[in-house]
């Protein structure tokens, strides 16, 4: 658990993956585009003496992403956002079933999210059923920039789209995740525009909309949407790296989402293993505003701010009792293995 001048902040970590982009399964041009531009991101937002070399980048595996995430990296928790580019990648570049094999080792830590894709029809809607029942998913990642045959992406205000969308609601997938906003070499950017997800969430008010990445470089379309509509949320992955690199970029986004969108509609993710949270937590709870950027904004990024961020907004999302888990982290696998039960033992006393 991560301790912040002297208190305790429970951490979900809202977007984490696990990978395969090794050369063996890459299928397509586009998985080796794919892996080099996030590389990029990588390389571009790290300190350079946290940077992975590219043998590491392409598949990290389970054991260093336990390690970086529960023992060096301050998580308690970490919810598996799938990427499946089938067309790229021969096995996908990282699914839900995939995900399973480490998230039911833990299942304490894990939440297990699935995925949709509306050009699959019948098919699709049988595999989002089978993933219900196999792992009683509560959340879908989407994305709608994945090429699939001569497509180049799909709208999530479509017919199309809303059949799954009615299919989710049905089955009690309350949190729909939707890649927007930074695109990804050789995906299309218009394709990762944020302005589909307004009418799905009108159309569907019973549904979570985290819109991930919060539209960046869109944030104002986003920021506009999502003060319309209470049931859209912003995923801070690619915007809490600015934190690090861009202070000032990192305080004018957060001015504009905590004025526009909310302290309660905001979640924190680290993109794992795109950005490790080791070093990008202390990053984010750092972070303060100037006065001149108070007297702008009208909002504080308070300590009672960062932990709504950093968990208690995605507990509420994911039904999470944060109490229940830290009396539940004093001993369980995670734990024990690396010897956190006495950070859980405090907070619980606490």
Same mark, same amino acid.
């Given at each position: ?52 070399d ?51 080792q ?16 019948d ?18 990642k ?18 199309? &789209?809303?059949?799954?969308? $009615?299919?989710? @609601? *049905?089955? /009690?997938? !309350?949190?729909?995740?939707?890649? #927007? ?52 949320y ?18 004018e ?7 526009w ?8 993710g ?16 750092? &972070?303060?505003?100037?006065? $001149?950027?108070? @007297? *702008?904004y /009208?909002? !504080?990024?308070?300590?009672?701010? #960062? ?8 507990a ?32 619980s006393?606490?």
């Amino acid at each position: 658990m991560y301790t912040h001048n002297g208190e305790d902040v429970f951490v979900i970590d809202g977007h984490i993956h696990l990978w395969d982009a090794t050369k063996e399964n890459i299928i397509h041009e586009g998985g080796e585009q794919f892996i080099q531009c996030f590389y990029d991101y990588h390389t571009g937002f790290t300190p350079e003496e946290e940077q992975w070399d590219m043998d590491t980048y392409r598949h990290y595996g389970t054991e260093r992403m336990v390690q970086d995430l529960f023992r060096d990296g301050h998580v308690d928790m970490g919810i598996f956002q799938p990427t499946y580019l089938t067309d790229f990648y021969d096995e996908g570049f990282n699914t839900t079933d995939q995900n399973a094999e480490l998230a039911e080792q833990y299942p304490e830590r894990f939440v297990l999210n699935g995925s949709f894709d509306p050009r699959d029809g019948d098919e699709g809607i049988e595999h989002l059923e089978r993933l219900k029942d196999d792992y009683d998913i509560q959340g879908v990642k989407l994305y709608t920039a994945e090429w699939r045959g001569d497509s180049k992406g799909w709208r999530l205000d479509s017919d199309e &789209a809303f059949r799954f969308l $009615e299919k989710c @609601a *049905e089955l /009690g997938i !309350e949190n729909i995740h939707a890649h #927007k906003g930074p695109t990804i070499r050789p995906l299309n950017r218009d394709a990762f525009d944020v302005r589909d997800v307004d009418d799905a969430a009108t159309s569907f008010p019973d549904l979570n909309f985290i819109v991930e990445h919060v539209g960046f470089p869109r944030v104002d379309d986003f920021c506009h949407i999502a003060t319309q509509e209470t049931n859209v949320y912003g995923g801070l992955a690619v915007a809490a790296p600015f934190a690090q690199n861009r202070p000032r970029k990192f305080a004018e986004m957060m001015g504009e989402l905590l004025f526009w969108v909310g302290e309660d509609n905001l979640l924190f993710g680290s993109d794992y293993g795109i950005w490790e949270p080791d070093w990008l937590i202390p990053a984010v709870m750092d &972070a303060e505003f100037t006065q $001149e950027e108070r @007297a *702008e904004y /009208g909002v !504080e990024l308070s300590p009672e701010v #960062k932990r709504k961020i950093m968990g208690e907004n995605a507990a509420r999302l994911y039904d999470i009792d944060i109490e229940a888990k830290k009396e539940q982290f004093r001993d369980d696998a995670i734990s024990q293995e690396f010897g956190l039960g006495d950070t859980y033992e405090e907070a619980s006393a606490d």
